[in-house]
Structure formats: C-alpha cells, structure tokens
C-alpha cells in the first residue's frame, strides 16, 4: 500500500516565526511531489510543486525534498495568521494519480 | 494559470433523487480527472479516476452505479449521485491534470447535502 504520512497536528506557531510541516511517504519510485493548502470548507489550492533532490524556493515558502530518505517538508517563513490552514502532502506515484497525505492543521497566531 | 472550474459549489437535494456535478478544465485539455470526497476534518479520498472517452476506473469500496462518472470529452467530467442518501452528503472535489501529467488542479468543490 502507498502512503503518505503527516502529523496531524495542530502545529501552532507565532505570527513571524517559520511553520515547519513534514510529510514521508513509502513508495519509492515516486516522482513528483506537491504541497496543497486547504482553508475549512474550500478546495486543496496547490502551494509548490518538487521534483528533485534539494530545495525549492517560492516568495515565504521552501519546498524541501530527500528521495533517500522518502521526505518531503514545507517551510513558510513570516509565517501569517492568513497561513493557518489545513497543509496537504501529495505524492504523484503513477498515471498522474495523486496519494494525499491526511493533513496538518497549522494554526499561526497574532 | 490551469483553472478547474465545479459547478454546482453547493447543492440541497432530496433523498432518492439524483444529482449531477460538473468539472471543467476552462484553459488547457485534461485527459485524465480525479474525484474525491471529503467528509468533515477529513483528508481527501480518491473515488474514480476519469479518462476521457473510456470507463472510469473505481476504487475500492466505492459503488460504479451510484456514482456514475461521464468523461465524455478533454475538457468535461460529471459525476451524478445516483439515488442519493443523507449518509452521500459530503464535499465533493474533482482534480484534472494537464496532459504533460506534471501538474495536478482542483476544483473549487461541491457541497452536497441530501435531506
């Protein structure tokens, strides 16, 4: 069975400090990776996507991936009270099929 | 960029009737869509996988006739619950992926509530 696997939190963190979030999955082979925010009652919006080893920066987010280890981590630096949000992992395995981790609820606070 | 568009966002219906909800990729070809449910503090769960012009494929558990999914051409999915329950009300979310299969987008989602 693929998995992917995310603390469920709440991950609670100060308004200006780094939110870090942390995904592992098990297969192997998986190619492509992607972090979705979810605010309550909305739609996965796609935050970053990750395609090889190292880091991949966007504006206050870091994408950071280790195939040898089989993690994929979320960085928000400044982190903002308009951040709080449900963070979904997803790993594309195959046929373009996406498998979502269970989520981490982050809350930032003022 | 990429926009899937659902339509309807909410919808109220009756128990044992039936409800269509529509996914559309507005700007680029999408061979394959994905529908999901997600029920309340819950992660998304895969239900059907829709390629266009051919069957869908069914996960496991999840009933063919009552959730029937049309994918008739690149740019249009629809999924019809089919003599729907209250225990069918849920949050509804279709994905499409562009042909280049790198990038996935949502839709924004269709509530259902079957009373």
């Known amino acids: 069975q693929k998995e992917v696997e995310q603390n469920s939190g709440p991950l609670s963190v100060p308004e200006g400090a780094i939110a870090s979030l942390n995904c592992t999955y098990s297969?192997?082979?998986?190619?492509?990776f992607f972090w979705y925010r979810q605010y309550s009652g909305k739609s996965p919006e796609l935050i970053m996507s990750i395609y090889s080893n190292g880091d991949k920066e966007d504006g206050r987010f870091t994408a950071q991936l280790n195939k040898a280890s089989q993690y994929v981590s979320l960085l928000i630096r400044d982190s903002q009270p308009s951040d709080s949000a449900t963070y979904l992992c997803?790993?594309?395995?195959?046929?373009?099929?996406?498998?979502f981790g269970g989520g981490t609820r982050l809350m930032v606070k003022p | 960029g990429a926009v899937v568009s659902q339509h309807p966002s909410r919808v109220i219906c009756k128990s044992g009737t039936s409800v269509k909800i529509e996914c559309r990729s507005l700007d680029f070809q999408a061979t394959t869509m994905f529908w999901y449910r997600q029920f309340p503090k819950k992660s998304l769960m895969l239900m059907a996988t829709?390629?266009?012009?051919?069957?869908?494929?069914?996960e496991q558990g999840v009933e063919k006739d009552k959730f029937l999914i049309n994918h008739a051409s690149l740019t249009l999915s629809t999924l019809t619950v089919t003599s729907a329950h209250p225990e069918d009300s849920s949050f509804y979310i279709c994905s499409a992926s562009t042909v280049s299969g790198n990038t996935i987008y949502f839709g924004e989602g269709s509530w259902l509530t079957v009373v």
């Open positions: 997803a790993v594309n395995n195959a046929g373009n099929m996406l498998t």
């Open positions: 829709s390629n266009e012009g051919s069957k869908a494929t069914y």
């Open positions: 297969d192997r082979v998986s190619q492509s």
